[in-house]
């Protein structure tokens, strides 16, 4: 497949391309320039440039959304809501059926929901609250949903939580010598979170139950606080590092801290 990234030069987009580039023939844009150690094709491009979007996305299969701009009032509108408009508007112009787009949980499961413990579903009325970020994100979110009504364009929403570099986490059998700090329990790793997009690139069409499909990347917790079930099942991914070692650590370390607190 044919692959434009935008956004692709933070912090996900090169487990994005480690995930993609051996299948698939990448496009990467972002308004930063890669590191020299990226040998792909790479287009300065801001996504709030709509005609540029357009042109860039010419001839492409699908398009991946990982920009986002977090902090400023004005900015974080142009990035992360008009820049769903010019994605979508390009997936309209250039016929391209699918789009890959990114975001934090609480997006859709926002303040008002942060009491409940288990079972927040992806599929649950979206109550990103006031937050900058969330609501911006959010925003651009209902635009997917417009165009993917009406224009039959397949937009699946990947819902992360946080991300860590898995020698900081744990698979049952590699364990690192000494883990960094502390975390919270529904970290996933870079790999683990690049391999999504991969999963959700090439997952077949007659699996997706509509056009608009939102998936939680998170671990496999036994509380199920976030239900990952659907992205299990359906986009086929299972995150390879885990977090149980850094439980173990926890106890220790909440013990040690009480005894020196006497
Ligand atoms: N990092 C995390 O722990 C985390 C957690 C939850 C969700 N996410 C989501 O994952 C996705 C990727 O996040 P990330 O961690 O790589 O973020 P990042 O901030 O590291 O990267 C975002 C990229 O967007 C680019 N960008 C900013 N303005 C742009 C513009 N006008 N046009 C094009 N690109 C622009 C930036 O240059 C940057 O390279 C985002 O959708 C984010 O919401 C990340």
Redesign the pocket.
């Given at each position: 497949m044919k692959i434009l990234i935008?956004?692709?030069?933070?912090?996900?987009?090169p487990w994005v391309v480690k995930a993609l580039k051996d299948k698939h023939q990448i496009l990467l844009?972002?308004?930063?320039e890669p590191p020299k150690q990226y040998q792909g094709d790479f287009l300065k491009?801001?996504?709030?440039?709509l005609d540029g979007v357009i042109k860039a996305a010419e001839g492409m299969d699908c398009i991946v959304?990982?920009?986002?701009?977090?902090h400023d009032r004005k900015?974080a509108f142009?990035?992360?809501t008009k820049?769903n408009y010019s994605i979508m508007e390009a997936a309209k112009q250039n016929n391209i059926k699918r789009v890959i787009?990114?975001?934090?949980?609480f997006?859709l499961v926002g303040p008002s929901y942060e009491e409940w413990d288990h079972n927040l579903n992806p599929d649950m009325p979206a109550q990103p609250g006031t937050r900058l970020?969330a609501i911006s994100?959010y925003l651009g979110q209902e635009i997917c949903k417009k165009y993917s009504d009406q224009y039959g364009i397949k937009v699946l929403t990947?819902?992360?939580?946080?991300?860590?570099h898995h020698l900081d986490l744990t698979t049952p059998d590699f364990e690192p010598a000494e883990m960094s700090t502390d975390m919270t329990p529904f970290t996933t790793s870079w790999i683990d979170?690049g391999e999504a997009i991969r999963c959700a690139v090439e997952v077949a069409e007659d699996k997706l139950a509509s056009n608009l499909e939102t998936f939680f990347i998170t671990p496999n917790l036994p509380h199920k606080k976030f239900n990952s079930e659907k992205t299990y099942n359906i986009l086929g991914w299972k995150p390879r590092y885990s977090l149980e070692r850094l439980w173990n650590k926890e106890i220790i370390k909440s013990n040690n801290h009480l005894e020196d607190s006497y």
């Open positions: 935008l956004g692709g030069t933070g912090m996900l987009g844009t972002d308004i930063k491009l801001s996504v709030d440039d959304n990982l920009a986002v701009l977090r900015l142009d990035v992360s820049g787009n990114t975001g934090p949980h997006q970020y994100k990947l819902l992360y939580y946080n991300m860590r979170c």
